[in-house]
């Protein structure tokens, strides 16, 4: 993955990124496949990852259409009714999804907030408790929390326990990081969360001097980690209440509190709703991740 990213050099993608994805691929090994050539690994397709890439020294070997009808194998398993797959839009990949007989559907888009732009500070609703994820919440609980919240997705998106849990054991895993809102009188029986991350630092070229921090001995800006808002979900029955308006703002606070620069989310483009929300925002766009489909059948 790391050795496709520095030849093709995808748009809006990093290395923490792809760890993050390898480490997700990793907990759930049913979910993907890897090509082999003399022993060594040049290929992988994760259906659930909407990825299928092979090694650049081992393309034009077949690997790719094998690794497809793998993916396509893994897609029926699963119950999915088609393969949905990140094509960018290189004149070589666009001809192996052409044939492939798959046709574009839709885009994600990663959406950023300028370092130097904050929020109003969240206003909960008063029915509504809030608190970090803890021991308190049983995992199978928080995943179907999860997996609710986000059931009806334009892209189908779920999580499993083992994948939960193999974060969770990161050594750098942090449990404030996620919020959780509950109805005041059933505080352990959440409705909503949101869940952030900081990333690796980039250098700051969003703000003014002494605005985002101090300049560096050099006088350059110092570099400031990046901001991801990873995941905003709200079971359907407590949708537009301002719940995931709320937790957009307390997301940016608490990412602005670690120190964060620019922050970042994805969206799909067909999600009009959560597209409307951080427009208002202030997010503006500046990736566009094509997504390409072909039914499994």
Excluded: K
């Excluded at 990793?26 to 299928?52: F, Q, S």
């Excluded at 193999?166 to 809102?181: C, F, G, K, N």
């Amino acid at each position: 993955m790391e050795a496709s990213l520095a030849f093709d050099r995808f748009p809006g993608h990093t290395a923490w990124d792809l760890s993050s994805e390898a480490d997700s691929i990793v907990a759930t090994p049913d979910a993907a496949a890897l090509a082999l050539e003399d022993g060594v690994v040049c290929g992988i397709v994760a259906p659930r990852h909407e990825r299928l890439t092979v090694h650049p020294a081992h393309r034009r070997r077949g690997h790719g259409r094998r690794l497809f009808e793998a993916g396509l194998e893994i897609a029926a398993s699963a119950g999915l009714a088609e393969i949905l797959l990140y094509v960018p839009t290189t004149t070589a990949s666009l001809a192996f999804a052409r044939a492939m007989g798959m046709a574009y559907r839709s885009s994600l888009w990663r959406f950023g907030l300028a370092a130097g732009s904050n929020l109003p500070a969240p206003e909960w609703p008063a029915d509504v408790a809030v608190r970090p994820l803890g021991d308190w919440l049983p995992l199978p609980r928080y995943v179907d929390l999860l997996n609710t919240s986000f059931a009806d997705h334009p892209s189908p998106i779920s999580w499993t326990i083992e994948e939960i849990e193999r974060h969770h054991a990161r050594p750098d895993y942090d449990p404030t990081t996620t919020m959780l809102v509950a109805p005041i009188e059933r505080p352990d029986d959440p409705i909503a969360f949101a869940r952030i991350a900081l990333g690796p630092a980039e250098d700051d070229t969003d703000g003014e001097d002494g605005e985002d921090g101090e300049d560096g001995e050099d006088g350059a800006p110092d570099a400031l980690p990046v901001g991801d808002v990873r995941l905003i979900g709200v079971l359907p029955d407590w949708r537009g209440r301002g719940l995931g308006r709320e937790l957009l703002r307390w997301a940016v606070a608490e990412l602005r509190l670690r120190g964060a620069g620019r922050i970042q989310l994805s969206v799909e483009a067909e999600n009009e709703r959560a597209l409307g929300l951080y427009r208002r925002a202030g997010f503006e766009p500046l990736v566009e991740w094509p997504h390409w489909v072909r039914p499994v059948g």
